[in-house]
């Protein structure tokens, strides 16, 4: 892969902000930036999880024997399938225009 000097930056630059907008370019950033702090702490909290051992107790633990109480079991209910990120979003805008609509009616009134 070449190296990317000044001048290609620069040109790439150029064609975002005329692709994006000016204005809009920080907010991306800051998207950018919000999804990889997410992604580092998800990863870290997965690499956590596995540093963890998994099949060793301590003295205390081995030498207690747990008493387990057996829960009721509930009766099968159907469970429906979670929404998709997509499904959720516009859930989620249509509430977000309801919440406007009110506020804008609280206003004139």
Sequence with gaps: MPNLGVPELLIIALVLILLFGAKKL???????GRSLRIFKSETAKLRDDDDE????????QATAQPTV??????????????????????QLEEQAARLRAGAQADKRA
């Excluded at 920080?26 to 950018?32: F, L, Q």
């Excluded at 109480?69 to 516009?90: F, K, M, N, T």
């Design 53 to 60: 051992p998994s099949g060793t107790q301590t003295t205390a």
């Design 69 to 90: 109480q057996p829960q009721p079991i509930a009766p099968a209910q159907p469970v429906a399938p979670a929404p998709s990120a997509e499904e959720q979003a516009r």
């Design 26 to 32: 920080p907010e991306m950033a800051r998207g950018v």
